[in-house]
């Protein structure tokens, strides 16, 4: 197994849903770079489970401690290293599970992979438990490209199940506003009532004891232009990279994405002009900020799917492995209804992380 990612700064997470405890390494950060921990804790407590009426009941802080490369606040140029304990892990709940295949999880596929040693209770390392240290570490990243390029991250919720929020034109958005309506919201989005609607729906399929799905998009405002190269190390390539690592991504798409396919080329294309004080314009926002694989000075855009949580409480058809015979299993523990409105703080993260990758020099 691989857990790494990265070239200028690597970063590799370790921990399972049920261990000890989770975390990671990023080495490449240039000494001297100065972190602020109530930030990177605020980002923390967005994704943490508990957090929010919708979410898993199960309680973990996601505290975390720094155990190298962090000195009187500063970063050392050492690798930053940090570990987040868990503390309200039930094991019991997954004691039946080694056999009996979960479905919508890796429990069979990981099962195969590893021999039967994998660590089943949670789902181990291919939880979303695993995607804090990707916070953490998202959170440093937004830091050093905020003091460094002004950029700024957001996201918000595009749609839940078929419910949708309402369209956003991101060439003039104001960014002050726009942090505004986000911020401190269980379910961000720009039109309210769409709002509550999703929470509807969240909350029925919890009464059901089923669960919805739903897309996030993520957008970056400020990237300078002249970022990122064609191919295999172009800007969509690292992004991609790093969301379809999260677990429960199902989908992908930058600017208008698949909508741009029913569209003619003279719609499609981003026509640019000059300003009257000759600065460089554009009439649309289609490719979501990224040409040839290089940040055009546009918003770089994205929107992720995400699959309905696979953990339900209604009974399923499923398998046992050990006696090779088909069965039934109904889910027990504690789950969300929906991850979506825990993985926004994931997939800016993955935004952030991708930007730092490129234009740290």
């Not at 890796?106 to 021999?115: E, F, K, M, P, Q």
């Amino acid at each position: 197994m691989s857990s790494n990612w990265g070239n200028k700064v690597r970063f590799s997470l370790f921990g399972e849903s049920h261990g000890a405890a989770i975390g990671g390494v990023i080495d490449g950060l240039p000494p001297g770079i100065e972190l602020d921990l109530e930030l990177v804790k605020k980002e923390m407590d967005r994704r943490k489970p508990g957090s929010d009426p919708y979410s898993t009941k199960r309680k973990e802080d996601d505290s975390f401690e720094i155990i190298s490369g962090f000195f009187n606040g500063y970063t050392t140029g050492t690798p930053l290293a940090f570990i987040i304990r868990n503390k309200d892990n039930r094991s019991k709940d997954y004691s039946k599970l080694k056999d009996v295949m979960r479905p919508g999880h890796a429990d069979h596929t990981g099962s195969i992979r590893y021999l039967g040693f994998n660590d089943y209770r949670g789902g181990g390392h291919f939880s979303g438990r695993i995607t804090a240290p990707l916070v953490f570490y998202g959170a440093v990243a937004k830091q050093i490209l905020y003091d460094n390029y002004d950029i700024r991250i957001f996201s918000r919720i595009k749609s839940i199940s078929q419910v949708t929020d309402k369209d956003l034109d991101h060439l003039s958005a104001d960014i002050e506003d726009l942090s505004k309506t986000l911020s401190n919201k269980k379910i961000p989005v720009l039109d309210s009532e769409q709002g509550k609607k999703m929470e509807e729906v969240i909350e029925d399929a919890k009464n059901s004891m089923d669960s919805v799905g739903g897309v996030i998009e993520c957008m970056a405002f400020n990237v300078p232009a002249g970022y990122g190269m064609p191919f295999f190390e172009s800007l969509e390539s690292k992004i991609a990279h790093l969301i379809f690592s999260v677990p429960a991504t199902k989908g992908l798409e930058f600017g208008k994405g698949f909508d741009i396919s029913k569209m003619k080329g003279s719609k499609a294309n981003d026509s640019f002009y000059y300003d009257k004080e000759n600065r460089l314009k554009a009439r649309s926002n289609n490719n979501g900020g990224i040409l040839g694989g290089i940040t055009n000075g546009l918003p770089v855009v994205f929107s992720a799917a995400i699959k309905p949580t696979a953990s339900i409480s209604k009974e399923q058809d499923t398998i046992d492995i050990k006696n090779r015979q088909n069965t039934k299993l109904t889910v027990t523990g504690r789950h969300d209804p929906c991850i979506v409105p825990r993985a926004l703080p994931v997939m800016e993260s993955c935004m952030a992380i991708a930007l730092l990758e490129l234009l740290l020099v």
